[in-house]
């Protein structure tokens, strides 16, 4: 007898988080059959009300449906005061069905004053929005400059409104779409999004990089630097933020553009670095999930910084030598593994880097052990300054892993490390 066949495949929303926001209008109703559709299709979904919106469905209606509380409360301690932005991380697209009048123009000034409009300004994925109101509200001029606004940014997909009767009776263009469009326009959003987007295997984490050199300062004009041009750090913060994760990125002096969607901290000097790293690390290490050392940290600093600009010295007088006195700076990274170590923790993951001139990988594995860290991506001075690929080896506890590639490849495969390690 042949064996029975048995589909397989995974519903199309498998995995996927929605975040289905609901703003005050009849058409609220719709959006429990919308509800249905994601759960059907293997969507987690994460119900969202505007106030006005729980006057026309009850909250129960779609909390008992999605199996999860409704949220509504910009303010609810449970997150912080940072609801809006635990849920962008959560959600793999927003959907904001119905949409009034009233939110088409908030969304379009990027008013921030309730939870559906500050998630709309947060979310990182796609957001589709379902307008629906009577039809004199969205031929109105206000309204229609609004969508035109909307259209031109590009940030969200409009789906309807269509020509049908509304509330009161009237016919006309505002109906709200379907569920069953909506549902079709959402799952097309995102299979167009996956094909050709990164993984989102760091959403929820934070990743903290530093890149480029400092700079140690010996008067009001003179400096100590090096050649580190950041772009190795700034590849690597640009591939966690695409990867998902919220990402704090820790510059010295560089001449690039921040990357979308990173916190950006600039800095001059190793003990500014160190303050900057101390903020966002916290006290017991507890503030990052891992942490990428891709600056080029000066090593010494000026034993003393001269507030006015130093002359030389008048010709014929004696000094045609000069020394300059230095004092160590802290080595950050050791101290950060130093501590991690007496804390007995696993976190924040720590990568290191090691620029050689010879015996890259020796001397790779001995700031692995030395700074206590779990990996280090060592390279030769030979490549690597200023350019866009970059030939490393990225070296672990558990081997030696060499690598030519682009700085944003390279990046990718220490961010692949760092990923498995969070998982
Ligand atoms: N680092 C640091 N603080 C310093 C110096 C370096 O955190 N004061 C970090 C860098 O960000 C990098 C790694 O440590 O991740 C580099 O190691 P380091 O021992 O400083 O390399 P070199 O300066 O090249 O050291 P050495 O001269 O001993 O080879």
């Not at 919220?246 to 001059?268: E, F, K, Y």
């Not at 017991?284 to 050392?293: F, P, W």
Request: glycine letters at 8%; a neutral charge; charged letters at 25%.
């Amino acid at each position: 007898m042949a064996p029975m066949s048995r589909t397989s495949e995974a519903p199309p929303l498998a995995g996927r988080t929605i975040a289905l926001c609901l703003t005050g209008g009849i058409a609220a109703y719709k959006s429990v059959l919308l509800a249905r559709l994601l759960l059907q299709a293997g969507a987690t979904v994460q119900p969202v009300m505007t106030a006005s919106a729980s006057r026309f469905v009850g909250k129960v209606t779609l909390s008992g449906l999605c199996a999860r509380p409704v949220l509504d409360d910009m303010w609810d301690p449970k997150f912080g005061g940072e609801a809006h932005v635990s849920l962008a991380d959560e959600a793999d697209l927003v959907v904001i069905a119905p949409t009034t009048a009233d939110m088409l123009a908030r969304l379009a000034q990027g008013r921030a004053d309730d939870l559906v409009a500050a998630l709309a300004l947060v979310a990182r994925g796609p957001i589709v929005v379902a307008p629906a109101m009577h039809p004199r509200m969205w031929a109105h001029p206000s309204t229609q400059r609004n969508v035109a606004t909307l259209r031109a940014d590009g940030r969200l997909r409009l789906v309807g409104p269509v020509v049908g009767p509304v509330a009161n009776g009237d016919v006309g263009l505002g109906r709200m779409c379907e569920p069953e469009e909506i549902f079709a326009a959402i799952v097309e959003t995102l299979t167009l999004e996956t094909q050709g987007a990164p993984r989102r295997d760091l959403a929820g984490r934070h990743v903290v990089v530093t890149a480029g050199p400092t700079v140690e300062d010996l008067d009001p004009v003179r400096f100590l630097g090096n050649r580190s041009t950041g772009k190795m750090g700034f590849a690597v913060a640009e591939a966690a933020a695409a990867r998902g994760a919220r990402v704090s990125l820790v510059a010295g002096p560089v001449a690039l553009s921040t990357p979308r969607d990173v916190a950006r901290i600039d800095v001059r000097s190793a003990l500014e670095m160190q303050r900057a790293l101390d903020d966002v690390l916290g006290p017991a290490l507890e503030g990052a999930d891992a942490l990428v050392m891709a600056a080029a940290v000066a090593d010494y600093r000026p034993a003393a910084f001269q507030a006015e600009k130093a002359k030389k010295p008048r010709e014929g007088q004696a000094g045609d030598a000069l020394t300059i006195e230095l004092v160590q700076n802290p080595d950050l990274l050791a101290a950060i593994g130093a501590r991690r170590a007496q804390a007995q923790r696993a976190r924040p993951v720590l990568v290191g880097f090691a620029v050689e001139t010879r015996d890259l990988v020796a001397y790779a594995r001995k700031k692995l052990h030395d700074k206590r860290v779990d990996l280090v991506v060592g390279n030769l001075a030979a490549h690597g300054f200023g350019g866009d690929d970059d030939e490393v080896v990225i070296v672990g506890a558990d081997g030696a892993e060499p690598l030519r590639a682009s700085k944003r490849a390279i990046a990718d495969a220490i961010l692949d490390r760092i990923a498995s390690r969070l998982a």
